[in-house]
T-cell receptor, first 112, second 111 residues
Framework: SQTIHQWPATLVQPVGSPLSLECTVE??????LYWYRQAAGRGLQLLFY??????ISSEVPQNLSASRPQDRQFILSSKKLLLSDSGFYLC???????????FGNGTRLTVT | KQEVTQIPAALSVPEGENLVLNCSFT??????LQWFRQDPGKGLTSLLL?????REQTSGRLNASLDKSSGRSTLYIAASQPGDSATYLC??????????FGSGTQLTVLP
């Protein structure tokens, strides 16, 4: 069966510091991969999605970037964090664009 | 631009009650609709996926219906239990496979 791993679970970082969140999927190949951010009381906002290695689409202009160095690995990064980057970050995958989306357990990021 | 609304934002019911959660969307040209459950501080768990050609999907005590023409979907939970307490989100996928989420309904089932 397929599983998705996301780490760390929580992170506290000072303003201006770099960020790296990692997500890996097991038990499947060439998945669609997604990064979402969830703000309190609001719906999920799609940040990035990828349909293959090195293929990244950005949905919103922001202080963040994403990379897919391997088929089942998706990384969310920032060179310098802003206070507004605080939030709950969720990685998700699906076999293709038609199938159900499956989420990791999320990373709670607090920028101080 | 697709907008997805879930009302009410919060709902509290006694154990054993049957309940309906609502999801409405502005653009009826959808590809499919997915219902999720989210426990506090956790990721989303997929519950049901309804294709645009389907009217409903069932899994255990859960039944999701879809009325594309009116831009509505409902999630019916039978015989609610305290363990059903969570936030329930719906998400609508368009033909470009883009997903738009609602803000969710926070359900509390009282023992």
């Amino acid at each position: 069966s397929q599983t998705i791993h996301q780490w760390p679970a929580t992170l506290v970082q000072p303003v201006g510091s770099p960020l790296s969140l990692e997500c890996t999927v097991e038990g499947t190949s060439n998945p669609n991969l997604y990064w979402y951010r969830q703000a309190a009381g609001r719906g999920l906002q799609l940040l990035f999605y990828s349909v293959g290695i090195g293929q990244i689409s950005s949905e919103v202009p922001q202080n963040l970037s994403a990379s897919r160095p391997q088929d089942r690995q998706f990384i969310l990064s920032s060179k310098k964090l802003l206070l507004s980057d605080s939030g709950f970050y969720l990685c998700a995958w699906s076999p293709d664009g038609d199938s159900p989306l499956h989420f990791g357990n999320g990373t709670r990021l607090t920028v101080t | 631009k697709q907008e997805v609304t879930q009302i009410p934002a919060a709902l509290s019911v006694p154990e054993g009650e049957n309940l309906v959660l609502n999801c409405s969307f502005t653009d009826s040209a959808i590809y499919n609709l997915q219902w999720f459950r989210q426990d506090p501080g956790k990721g989303l768990t997929s519950l049901l996926l309804i294709q645009s050609s389907q009217r409903e999907q069932t899994s255990g005590r859960l039944n999701a219906s879809l009325d594309k023409s009116s831009g509505r979907s409902t999630l019916y939970i039978a015989a609610s239990q305290p363990g059903d307490s969570a936030t329930y989100l719906c998400a609508v996928r368009n033909s470009a496979r883009q997903l738009t989420f609602g803000s969710g309904t926070q359900l509390t089932v009282l023992p």
